[in-house]
């Protein structure tokens, strides 16, 4: 009894990465053929998925993985049926409902199916991209590595972006993510930017789908929506590809505020390649064992506008602000000074009833009234914190706010690389594992971080690793149960 309740428990667990086939097995006059042998096998791979009609003439295949298939079905008496590219997609069942027509076996009727089929064994709306489309359609690569969440954008009930993105109404931040049936979700609740990360390349993903309103418990930790995807197995011929997106300031328009072009040059780049397992004089089944590797990589070399800030100039930090005057000008044309206030002449005046003090004589703030601690910080940030404009003259406002190029760079590299491995031990046991691993930092260029020089430049370091690891066992018990572990 507890071995089939596990048998049970295993059966009901997330199966988002596998699709279903199910339908009906009839003669001329609807009715039910029981027995017939049903084949479904898959284009890609060549691997086989067997089961017989029952007795009201229905079959499912449950478990199948994601692509087109061509499906045979055959019975004694009757001429064999075959329908061509059946499409499964994650998480749906694809239904072929079949009348065999009085005949001998080996002739064939054959059916080239063809467009989107209507979902009737379940209430829920699903949204699926394929392969196909995700290499065709256009992604955004704005400082990050190509995301499917920018083509998870374009379904219909998705809306926001990375920090608000939200699915079928739901709050943000509620939507689901699975990654071959396991959870792919972050501690950054919310934002697609951290999901991504546990996602695999694009040229890693044949198939994802976004589903809203009526799906089952098994996915109750998502609110309104899920976003499943589907990692990319080998199929019996070896393939791969090759790519490099690139974008360089070289292309780009100076900007009218800008002394120079700011310094943008951007490589999203991999490659992938796929098919099956060989071993030469040992190990060669071209439908058994398969592989996938997929490798992607992303170099992001960031300046700052080349804009003008403002930096204290040297004398600043020896308390001398004559130099710190307004924009403003006074009647006489001359530029109006900032004054620096005696905080220790601080009184109550009668006549203006008010609180007044009387400023530094001129604007000189003596170096004995530094605090100790704002004395060894201004020495530490002094040195480094230096204007580079020679083009400024001393008393006007462009000596003190505007004294400063911006220069330097930031580099964001990160790398994405994943391998997956199929394995068909009958066709009722087939395994499959899954292992990859993400890096991504944000550092200063070659010649420092944008922005002002020195400790005060508020850059941070950027570092985030991520590993994933994903193994299951499925078996194919009966018509009606299938087990993965």
Known sequence: MRFSLVLLSAALCAQSDRGNLTGTVSDAGAAAIPGAMIVATHNDSRTTFRQTSGERGDFHLPGLPVGAYKLTIE?????????????VEAGASARIDARLEVGEVRQTIEVQESGAQLQIDNAKIQNTISDRMIEALPTVMADNMRSPFDLAAITAQVNGGDQDFRIGGGQEGAFGVQLDGASAGTNRAGS????????????AITEFAVETNGFKAEFGRAGGGLVSFVSKSGGRKYHGTLFDFVRNNAFDAR????????VYRQHDFGMTAGGPVQIPKLYKKNNKSFFFFSYEGFRNRVGGNTNVSALPPEEFFKGDFRNAVSRTRNADGSYIRYNIFDPLT????????NYVRDPFPNNIVPQGRYDSIARKLTDLAAPQMKPNRTDVIP??????????????????????WSVKFDHVLTDMHRLSAYIAYNERERT?????????????????????TSPVYRGSWDWTISPRLHNRF
């Open 255 to 262: 900007g009218f505020f800008n002394r120079t072009t700011p």
């Open 192 to 203: 697609t930017l951290w999901a991504a990360v546990n996602a695999p390349s694009l040229d």
């Open 444 to 464: 200063p260029g070659p010649s420092g971080p944008p922005g002002i020089p020195g400790i005060m430049n508020p850059f941070a370091w950027l570092s985030d």
């Open 75 to 87: 019975h004694a008496g009757f001429k064999s049926s075959v329908h061509n590219n059946v499409r």
């Open 346 to 353: 601080t009184r109550f005046d009668e006549t203006q009833r």
């Open 395 to 416: 008393g006007t406002p462009e000596y003190w706010l505007e004294n400063y190029w911006q220069s330097g760079t930031t580099v964001n590299p990160n790398d994405k």
